[in-house]
C-alpha cells in the first residue's frame, strides 16, 4: 500500500495518519506525490491540441526551432478546426501591400485601433507582442504557399486598411497550406483525437494528456483512452465555445440555440474548461462576439458575410422601419452588433436591417454572384423596387441615399463619422446589390488567462502553470470587450508561434 | 498495491494496465475510485464556508429544518465577512414599511427594475426567486433582533422605495443578530478556519473538505489541515473577490492596487476558484461593480457611501470643469460609476464631481455631522463659498441650482428624467453639505453558475455537482452587468436559506 497524500500542501502530510487506496483526489493543484507508477502508452516531445491556426503555427515554428517530435491532436474527423470556415481575414501593420498602396500604419496604430475596440479592458501587452509579430506570420503562411488578393481591405474598427485576405475568401486557404507544411516537415497529425484531460505532476505541472483514439464527435464517449506523455508540454489550441450553447447562454441567457452561429460544430470549450481544473484564471467569458455582417438568410459564416465585409466601406446599412442609415458602417463589430439588434418592427420584433451597396461596386468581389444565385441577396434596377420589396418608406430612403453621396463627394459622414478613405468616388446608385444583416454569434472573447510568453497563469499563485500553454481563441482577455475583424488570425499565429519559443527555451 | 484510476470515464478503467501508487491525479471531475481509505478528522452532517449573510442564513435555515450538526466556518479572526461592513441596505418587495408608506410594489415589479440594470443578460428565473422570498430573509433578521430605520429608501435603478437600511447603517445590523441567533440554535462557528478544497467521490461528488485550523490571514501557510467529511454537504458563502487585485485584474486592467475598494480584506476569491476545479462554470466574472456613492477622501466604504445612498434622490451631482449636473443621480450603480469617471479636467485627470444636498435635508441621515467632522464632508453657508472652495464655475453652478428647483418644483426632471418622488420638496438651497464622489470597487457580480436550488452546475454535465451548494457574492450570473443596491443582502440570505433547504430535502 502506498501512503497518499490528499492534501493541498505537503507540508502538512506527516502525521494525519492518511490511508491509501486513493479514494478521493483533491483538484488538481498541488498534488503532492511524485510521478511515478503510471504507464505511459506514448511519450511525446511536443503535443499540441487543436490543428487551427494556433496549433499548426505552433507545430511549425517548433519543427524550425529543432523538436525533433511533435504531434497535432484534432478531435474531429477534418483537420483545420473552425479557422478553416472564418473569412481568411490576415491584419497586419507594415506589410507589403501597405506600402504598394501607401497606407502608413505601425504596431502602435495597430494596437491603438484594438484598444478602442476593447473599451478599456483590452491587454495592451498582448495585443502589442502580437502586433510586433504579425507580419512574421504573415510570411509564414506566404512561404507555405497561401495566396491573398491583391488589395487590402478596411475593416470595421481600423483605422486605415491592414487586412489581406486569401483568394478563397476562407481561413482554408492558411490552414490547408500550413498543414500541408506541417507534414512536410514531418509533424504527426492525428484526427479523430479527443483531448480528455490533464495528468499532473507533484506541483500541479502538467506532464502529459489523457487522449481518446478513434474518437466519432456527437457520439456516446466512443474510442479508447491512452496517456500520453508530453516531454516539453502541452500547447492547447481548442478554440472557442461559440457552438456549446448552454455555456454560452451561461453567460448571455439571450444566445439561445436559435441565435445563429458561424462556428465550426467542435467550437465547444472542453479544452478551455479543462484548463480552468487546473487552476487557470478565466477571463472575460461573458464577451461574446456577434459578427454584424452576417444574414438571416442562411446558415453559419455564409456567403454574405464575406460579401459584407468587403463592401460596408461603400454601402449603407438601412433601417427598414425608417428607410435611413442607423450606423457607422465601419464601426467595431460590438457597435455595429448592438445597433442592427435595436433595428425592430413597432411591435418589438427583429427587422434585419438591409446593406444597400451599387452592383457596380459590388460585384468586384466574387460572392456577389453567389449571394443573388443562391437567394440570399437580390438585385435591383431601381430605387422603387428596392424599397417595394423590403417595405422601406420611398421618400426617406431617397433622401437619405442622397444625402450619404453627398458625404461621398465631401468625404466627410456628417451622419456617423464613417471614415470614408475607402468610400471615394462609391456613390451609391442603380443598379444596386443589397443583403440583409442580423448578428451571429460568432467569436469568445474570454478564455483562459495567457502572457507574452503563451504560458497560462494560475489563479492561486499567479505564477505560469508549469508545461502547459495556450493560443488562439481558448484565450481570453486579449481584445477586451470587441475584436477587431482580422485581428484573430495573426493573435491564433503569433502565440502559437510564441508558445513553441517558449516550449523550446523552457 | 490498489489499482489507481487516472482517466476521466470510468468505462475505460480495464485493460490500460496502469499502476498503482497515485503518483498523478487526474482534474476533480469524474474521479473513479470509491471513496474508501480516507481517514476523516470529523465527520459533520452540514458544512458552511462563510459567515457573511449568506452562510449565517443558510445556518438557521438548516438548524429550523432539524439539521442537528451543522458548521460555520471562516478564515478570518472574526465573523460576518464582508457582509458586516456593507451598507446594511436590504431591497424587499411589499413590505409592512411599503405599506405603511403606501407604496405600491411586487416581486415582478422589482425584477423589472433589477432585469433593465442587468442589460440583458441577468438570470430572470434567479432573480424572481430572491425576490418571491426576500420578505421571508427580511423577516428572519427581524426575529434574531436586527433594527431598521423607520423609512424606506429609493435606491438608483428602483422605481419605488423598497430599502430598509439597519439602524447602524451597516451590515453588522444584520449579521450580529444573526450570528448571536444561530449560536442560540446550536450551529458550531469556528473562526480561523480556511477552507483549503474540496475531497470529492467517485463521480466528482462532494464528500467533504480540506480545512486549515488555526489560520491567520495573510501569514505564510500557518495552521493544521485536517479532513472533514461534509455529510448532507458543502455550502460555499465565500463571497466576492474585489479584494484579489490579480484577479479583479485579469477581468479590468484599470482596476488596480491605487483603486478604491469598500470591501473587507478577507474577499480574495479562493473558494470561487476551488468551485471552477470541480468544474463549476464561471459567469460574468468581467462585470465589476464600482460603488458611485463612495468618496476619494476616506479609505473603504468609508462615511460617504451611506451619507450619500441616503442623499442622492435630493441633490445634485455637478462636474466641477462645467458646474452642471451630468447623471441622474439614482440611475444604475454602472450608469452612475461610469458618468463619474468620466469627469476629467482639460487634461483628462480625474476631477472627482461634488454631490450638493441642502443641509437641512442630509442632516437626517445620522453620517452627516461625521462626514463633517472627520473632513470627508463640507458645510458652506453660500453657493459662492461652496465653488470657491472647489473650484466650480459660478454661474453656471447658479443656474444649474436655479433649473434644479424648477425639477423638484414640477416633480420633473428634464435634465436626465430622474424620478423625482423622494425629491419633493426638497429644494437645494444654503447651507449646503458637500462631499467628493468618486466609484470604488464594490461588488462582483460573476462567480459560480447556480440554479433555484442554489446547485452549482458542472461545466461539462450542466448537472448540479453532488453535494455541492453555493449562496451569495461567490455565485454569478445574477444580476448581469449590474446589480442594484440593496439587492446584495436579500440575494444572500435567500440563496443561503435556500441551499439548506435544498440539502435537507437531498
Given at each position: 500500500m502506498n501512503k497518499i497524500d490528499l492534501l493541498g500542501r505537503r507540508k502538512f502530510i506527516t502525521g494525519l495518519g492518511i490511508a491509501a487506496g486513493a479514494a478521493?483526489?483533491?483538484?488538481?493543484?498541488a498534488v503532492s506525490e511524485k510521478a511515478t507508477g503510471i504507464k505511459w502508452d506514448q511519450e511525446i516531445e511536443i503535443v499540441i491540441i487543436g490543428s487551427g491556426?494556433?496549433?499548426?503555427?505552433?507545430?511549425?515554428?517548433?519543427?524550425?526551432?529543432?523538436?525533433?517530435?511533435?504531434?497535432?491532436?484534432?478531435?474531429?474527423?477534418?483537420?483545420?478546426g473552425n479557422s478553416a470556415i472564418n473569412g481568411g481575414l490576415f491584419a497586419a501593420p507594415v506589410t507589403p501591400m501597405q506600402q504598394k498602396e501607401g497606407v502608413e500604419d505601425s504596431v502602435e496604430r495597430m494596437v491603438a485601433d484594438q484598444l478602442a475596440a476593447g473599451r478599456g479592458i483590452a491587454d495592451e501587452a498582448l495585443l502589442r507582442h502580437v502586433?510586433?509579430?504579425?507580419?512574421?506570420?504573415?510570411q509564414m503562411t506566404l512561404d507555405a504557399g497561401s495566396e491573398y488578393h491583391p488589395y487590402l481591405?478596411?475593416?470595421?474598427?481600423?483605422?486605415?486598411?491592414?487586412?489581406?485576405?486569401?483568394?478563397?475568401?476562407?481561413?482554408a486557404g492558411i490552414t490547408q497550406p500550413l498543414l500541408?507544411?506541417?507534414?512536410?516537415?514531418?509533424?504527426?497529425?492525428?484526427?479523430?483525437?479527443?483531448?480528455?484531460?490533464?495528468?499532473?505532476?507533484?506541483?500541479?505541472?502538467?506532464?502529459?494528456?489523457?487522449?481518446?483514439?478513434?474518437?466519432?464527435?456527437?457520439?456516446?464517449?466512443?474510442?479508447?483512452?491512452?496517456?500520453?506523455?508530453?516531454?516539453?508540454?502541452?500547447?492547447?489550441?481548442?478554440?472557442?465555445?461559440?457552438?456549446?450553447?448552454?455555456?454560452?447562454?451561461?453567460?448571455?441567457?439571450?444566445?439561445?440555440?436559435?441565435?445563429?452561429?458561424?462556428?465550426?460544430?467542435?467550437?465547444?470549450?472542453?479544452?478551455?474548461?479543462?484548463?480552468?481544473?487546473?487552476?487557470?484564471?478565466?477571463?472575460?467569458?461573458?464577451?461574446?462576439q456577434s459578427g454584424p455582417w452576417a444574414s438571416p438568410d442562411e446558415?453559419?459564416?455564409?456567403?454574405?458575410?464575406?460579401?459584407?465585409?468587403?463592401?460596408?466601406?461603400?454601402?449603407?446599412?438601412?433601417?427598414?422601419?425608417?428607410?435611413?442609415?442607423?450606423?457607422?458602417?465601419?464601426?467595431?463589430?460590438?457597435?455595429?452588433?448592438?445597433?442592427?439588434?435595436?433595428?425592430?418592427?413597432?411591435?418589438?420584433n427583429a427587422l434585419p436591417p438591409i446593406l444597400i451597396t451599387s452592383y457596380a461596386d459590388s460585384k468586384k468581389h466574387p460572392n456577389t454572384e453567389k449571394v443573388?444565385?443562391?437567394?440570399?441577396?437580390?438585385?435591383?434596377?431601381?430605387?422603387?423596387?428596392?424599397?417595394?420589396?423590403?417595405?422601406?418608406?420611398?421618400?426617406?430612403?431617397?433622401?437619405?441615399?442622397?444625402?450619404?453621396?453627398?458625404?461621398?463627394?465631401?468625404?466627410?459622414?456628417?451622419?456617423?463619422?464613417?471614415?470614408?478613405?475607402?468610400?471615394?468616388?462609391?456613390?451609391?446608385?442603380?443598379?444596386?446589390?443589397v443583403v440583409r444583416l442580423w448578428p451571429k454569434v460568432h467569436y469568445c472573447q474570454g478564455g483562459v488567462m495567457v502572457n507574452t510568453k503563451a504560458e497560462v497563469k494560475d489563479s492561486f499563485t499567479g505564477e505560469p502553470i508549469k508545461g502547459l500553454y495556450a493560443a488562439g481563441e481558448v484565450c481570453g482577455g486579449i481584445h477586451g470587450v470587441s475584436r477587431l475583424g482580422s485581428c484573430s488570425i495573426p493573435e491564433c499565429m503569433v502565440m502559437g508561434m510564441t508558445a513553441a519559443r517558449s516550449m523550446m527555451k523552457a
Open positions: 478521493m483526489v483533491a483538484p488538481a493543484m491556426f494556433a496549433g499548426l503555427a505552433a507545430a511549425i515554428e517548433a519543427k524550425k526551432l529543432g523538436a525533433k517530435d511533435v504531434h497535432i491532436f484534432e478531435k474531429m474527423s477534418y483537420f483545420g502586433a510586433s509579430h504579425a507580419m512574421e506570420a504573415l481591405q478596411q475593416l470595421g474598427g481600423h483605422s486605415v486598411a491592414r487586412t489581406y485576405q486569401t483568394t478563397v475568401s476562407c481561413g500541408k507544411k506541417c507534414r512536410e516537415l514531418g509533424v504527426n497529425t492525428h484526427n479523430r483525437s479527443k483531448f480528455e484531460g490533464f495528468l499532473v505532476g507533484e506541483k500541479g505541472e502538467v506532464l502529459g494528456i489523457k487522449m481518446r483514439e478513434n474518437y466519432h464527435f456527437g457520439e456516446d464517449q466512443p474510442g479508447k483512452i491512452i496517456h500520453i506523455r508530453a516531454k516539453r508540454g502541452v500547447i492547447m489550441a481548442t478554440g472557442g465555445f461559440a457552438q456549446n450553447v448552454n455555456l454560452r447562454m451561461a453567460q448571455d441567457p439571450t444566445l439561445t440555440s436559435e441565435v445563429g452561429c458561424t462556428n465550426a460544430p467542435g467550437a465547444t470549450g472542453e479544452g478551455m474548461y479543462e484548463m480552468f481544473r487546473l487552476g487557470a484564471i478565466p477571463v472575460h467569458l461573458a464577451h461574446i446558415g453559419g459564416f455564409g456567403y454574405v458575410s464575406n460579401y459584407s465585409i468587403y463592401n460596408f466601406p461603400h454601402s449603407i446599412a438601412i433601417n427598414r422601419l425608417t428607410g435611413k442609415r442607423f450606423m457607422d458602417e465601419i464601426a467595431d463589430r460590438k457597435t455595429r452588433a448592438d445597433a442592427e439588434l435595436a433595428c425592430r418592427d413597432e411591435q418589438g443573388i444565385k443562391y437567394n440570399v441577396g437580390w438585385k435591383f434596377d431601381s430605387v422603387e423596387e428596392l424599397a417595394k420589396h423590403f417595405n422601406v418608406p420611398l421618400n426617406p430612403l431617397k433622401a437619405q441615399i442622397e444625402e450619404y453621396n453627398g458625404y461621398v463627394k465631401t468625404g466627410k459622414d456628417a451622419q456617423f463619422g464613417k471614415n470614408m478613405t475607402k468610400a471615394k468616388d462609391k456613390y451609391i446608385k442603380a443598379p444596386f446589390t
